[in-house]
């Protein structure tokens, strides 16, 4: 089954704001992964957040993940045109299994 | 660390014909690899898991007899479509996870553009 449904499916922003989307799932986790798709390209992986952790920084990149409510977050601060791209969540499991990701465009 | 590569990068092909994507981790071993397939602005499906030394395993609906899976190696997986029709044309993309789990995730290829023309 999906583990990770990515919510909006698109964000529109301007350079030096904020962008946060959101993750949910639907089953028990270990932990859940951020990823990110640049047109035409494979996915990178951006973060990896514990089930036993509540929030977690990276450079420009703060997750956060509530477990009660099977949801994380991911916020990228002060962004960039650079950071246009597609973000997909995938609850931990053996398998990734991915939503339709939130495509994020960062106008300069 | 944890890199896989994956080529081609895009491929066309006349319909009709195979088409050989190769999924290799480059400084890892990888006993298993997985194959997704993306449509336009559509998240990736996964289509099968690729395991070392034995069948893959396929997802339901994905015909294991035209999507031909072989991992005969720890570093190489390879995907080839057989009798590629337009309605193959997709974006596929390979998987493998790191041991270093915890650091790495899972990584991916940089994807295969197919188009059967």
């Known amino acids: 089954s999906q583990q990770g449904e990515e919510d909006p499916q698109a964000l529109s922003i301007q350079e030096g704001e904020n962008a946060t989307m959101n993750c949910s799932y639907k089953t028990s986790i270990n932990n859940l992964q951020w990823y990110r798709q640049n047109s035409g390209r494979g996915l990178v992986h951006l973060i990896l957040i514990r089930s036993n952790e509540r929030e977690k920084h990276s450079g420009r990149l703060r997750v956060t993940l509530d477990t009660s409510k099977k949801s994380s977050s991911l916020l990228i601060t002060a962004s960039r045109a650079a950071d246009t791209a597609s973000y997909f969540c995938?609850?931990?499991?053996?398998?990734?299994?991915f939503g339709r990701g939130t495509s994020l465009i960062v106008h300069p | 660390g944890a890199v896989v590569s994956q080529h081609p990068s895009r491929v066309i092909c006349k319909s009709g014909t195979s088409v050989k994507i190769e999924c290799r981790s480059l400084?890892?071993?990888?006993?298993?690899m997985f194959w997704y397939r993306q449509f336009p602005k559509q998240s990736l499906m996964l289509m099968a898991t690729s395991n070392e030394g034995s069948k893959a395993t396929y997802e339901q609906g994905v015909e294991k007899d035209k999507f031909l899976i072989n991992h005969a190696s720890l570093t190489l997986s390879t995907l080839t479509v057989t009798s590629a029709h337009p309605e193959d044309s997709s974006f596929y993309i390979c998987?493998?996870?790191?041991?270093?789990?915890?650091?790495?995730?899972?990584?991916f290829g940089s994807g295969t553009r197919l188009t059967v023309v």
């Open positions: 995938s609850g931990g499991s053996y398998i990734p299994t």
């Open positions: 400084d890892f071993q990888a006993t298993t």
């Open positions: 998987s493998a996870r790191a041991e270093q789990v915890d650091n790495y995730g899972y990584t």
